[in-house]
């Protein structure tokens, strides 16, 4: 079994930055991809960024330029650096380990972007 911890949600103002954690315990392999999605209200989860134990990434259109996603593979935790913070990033964060065989979730973090 995987669990993942996501952490460094906050309230930010626009512009401003936040960094958020995903620390992954259990069995984790090479072939994993991990990867952050977020949820806004009444909307439906969205892929934000995925990185491979290679680090190779993945960006969503409304994020490149101003996301980061890194990977410690020693520390089995990925990361995301949040800059330029926009009011439509505010969303509910949710980490994902994926392998060939299964799919596993975190329990999210809240970002709020509010003046």
């Known amino acids: 079994q995987v669990q993942l911890v996501e952490s460094g949600g906050d309230l930010v103002q626009p512009g401003g930055s936040l960094r958020l954690s995903c620390a992954a315990s259990?069995?984790?392999?090479?072939?994993?991809?991990m990867g952050w999605y977020r949820q806004a209200p009444e909307k439906q989860r969205e892929l934000v960024a995925t990185?491979?134990?290679?680090?190779?990434?993945n960006y969503a259109d409304s994020v490149k330029g101003r996301f980061t996603i890194s990977r410690d593979n020693a520390k089995n935790t990925v990361y995301l650096q949040m800059n330029s913070l926009k009011p439509e990033d505010t969303a509910v964060y949710y980490c994902?380990?994926?392998?060939?065989?299964?799919?596993?979730w975190g329990q999210g973090t809240q970002v709020t972007v509010s003046s």
């Open positions: 994902k380990l994926r392998r060939p065989s299964s799919d596993y």
């Open positions: 259990g069995r984790i392999f090479s072939i994993d991809v």
């Open positions: 990185i491979t134990s290679g680090g190779s990434t």
